[in-house]
């Protein structure tokens, strides 16, 4: 079985752009969170979509947003770029019968914003 | 709000035992779980206790206590490719929630 994927691996944008990222999750699974990681607040939820709803909300400006579509595959949108938005941008699938609780993990994406 | 402590750092050796200790003050809380993440990839589950008690699964296990607000993850036999960060989330057990990630103890194992 695939894992999750996310494209694309690597970003560069400059401050004032916007960028989309995609995740496409396990086969089957339904539900994908985001969560941005960096070295000085860690991983940070963002938000968390099911059958194309959003679920639950980490506690990120409305410069964040998201959607998910009815094969699962979830994108994220970041407006107006900050330096500070320069992370990793990981998207997580969940929801398979047998462990519906397990997050299985993407690659992540790599954003740098100058 | 939630709030997840561990330490920052931990050391130990090859072939040793470490436990590695995670408290978390939470509004609601519906289960914990350990990932293993090693230095540029993605976090890898390890357990998930919703219940209090020791959960085992080969060389590693987690443990839980509720009303404690407390849990811990034990390895053994540590080989040297166990040297990565190990996170400790806490979340909703069904997936209906985010996972609130601790800051994550980076583990080295020296020979």
């Known amino acids: 079985k695939a894992g999750v994927t996310q494209t694309p691996r690597y970003l560069i944008k400059t401050r004032g752009q916007q960028v989309t990222l995609s995740c496409s999750p396990i086969s089957g699974h339904r539900s994908v969170s985001w969560y941005q990681q960096t070295p000085g607040q860690g991983l940070q939820f963002l938000f968390e979509y099911f059958s194309e709803t959003q679920r639950n909300k980490g506690n990120f400006p409305g410069r964040f947003s998201g959607r998910q579509f009815s094969n699962s595959r979830s994108e994220m949108n970041v407006s107006t770029l900050e330096l500070g938005d320069s992370a990793l941008y990981l998207c997580?699938?969940?929801?398979?019968?047998?462990?519906?609780?397990?997050?299985?993990f993407g690659p992540g994406t790599r954003l740098t914003v100058t | 709000g939630q709030n997840i402590d561990q330490p920052t750092e931990m050391t130990a050796t090859e072939g040793a035992i470490v436990q590695i200790n995670c408290t978390y003050q939470?509004?609601?809380?519906?289960?914990l779980f350990w990932y293993q993440q090693h230095a540029g990839e993605a976090p890898t589950f390890l357990s998930y206790?919703?219940?209090?008690g020791l959960e085992e699964k080969g060389r590693f296990s987690s443990f839980l206590s509720r009303s404690k607000g407390y849990s811990y993850l034990l390895l053994k036999e540590l080989q040297m490719k166990d040297s990565a960060s190990y996170l400790c989330?806490?979340?909703?057990?069904?997936?209906?929630?985010?996972?609130?990630f601790g800051k994550g103890t980076h583990l080295i194992i020296q020979p």
């Open positions: 939470t509004s609601g809380f519906n289960g």
């Open positions: 206790n919703v219940l209090d």
């Open positions: 997580a699938s969940s929801g398979g019968q047998t462990k519906p609780y397990e997050q299985y």
């Open positions: 989330a806490v979340g909703g057990g069904g997936g209906a929630d985010g996972l609130t």
